[in-house]
């Protein structure tokens, strides 16, 4: 299996692009370039989301050490970050108030990935096989093809333990 197809590559990637997202944030100078930044970062942060939930999650939920609690506690940030991504939205980009949302978002994401990163993940490898690994990278590529620019995607908040229930 190449690491290009497994889906915690793919997943990793996604990762170190919302950090340069947030970095590029940093770095702009008036509102049309905060803008065109947020778009892009906003929704992939929103597909992002969405794509773990269906692909990843359903298969944590169900053969990880402690899937269950990961994949609440994962679907929570999820919520957290689409909320704080919904805030920015009610508000001029640059005002303090859309920073702020923006903060939000930036923060609950940070908190999201280093707990991926360094219990979910993790946690994934050990008990699923390469081959449903490059298996779920194929789908995890097939679903953002599908949803370019969150086409037919929602981004609605969803209940944690329903989520889990759901999926057991």
Aim: proline residues 2%; negative net charge; charged residues 35%.
């Amino acid at each position: 299996m190449s690491t290009v197809d497994d889906i915690t590559a793919l997943i990793l990637d996604d990762h170190a692009a919302f950090r340069r997202g947030f970095a590029r944030l940093d770095d702009a100078r008036d509102e049309h370039e905060l803008l065109s930044i947020w778009d892009a970062l906003s929704l992939h942060l929103d597909i992002h989301a969405e794509a773990e939930e269906s692909i990843l999650y359903p298969h944590l939920v169900r053969h990880g050490d402690d899937g269950e609690a990961e994949t609440a506690d994962a679907v929570g940030d999820h919520n957290k970050i689409r909320d704080a991504i919904a805030e920015s939205k009610l508000h001029p980009v640059g005002s303090e108030r859309w920073w702020e949302a923006v903060r939000t978002a930036r923060r609950e994401n940070s908190e999201h990935l280093a707990e991926e990163e360094d219990e979910a993940l993790p946690d994934f490898r050990r008990h699923v096989g390469t081959e449903l690994r490059a298996e779920l990278g194929q789908r995890w590529l097939t679903f953002y093809g599908e949803h370019k620019n969150g086409r037919d995607l929602s981004f609605d908040d969803k209940d944690p333990q329903r989520y889990v229930a759901d999926h057991r």
